[in-house]
């Protein structure tokens, strides 16, 4: 989930927006690194760099979009029961 880290700030925005959700809540999941996210990005980045290959990497991204995809679709659900 670390390919979500910098979506996290964007998604803990919405959260808080739309359900009144903030980082004390269940939204802290989605700003887990606070100030520290463009930092912990930059080293997700280089670590990938240095452990995928052009194989794997299509892979890993595909993966990584989906999940991002599905946590959109869960984000667009209506709150109401």
């Known amino acids: 989930m670390v390919g979500e880290t910098l979506g996290g ?3 803990s925005r919405q959260r ?3 359900f009144g959700y903030n980082c004390s809540h269940s939204a802290a999941f989605f700003n887990a690194h606070q100030k520290g996210t ?3 990005w930059k080293s997700f980045r280089s670590a ?7 194989i794997t ?4 991204r595909a993966a990584a979009l989906a999940t991002s995809l599905g946590l959109r679709q869960w984000g667009s659900q209506d709150s109401t029961p």
Request: charged residues 25%.
């Open 9 to 11: 700030q964007l998604t």
């Open 16 to 18: 808080l927006r739309k």
């Open 38 to 40: 463009a930092e912990m």
């Open 48 to 54: 990938f760099a240095a452990h995928v290959d052009s």
């Open 57 to 60: 990497e299509g892979q890993a």
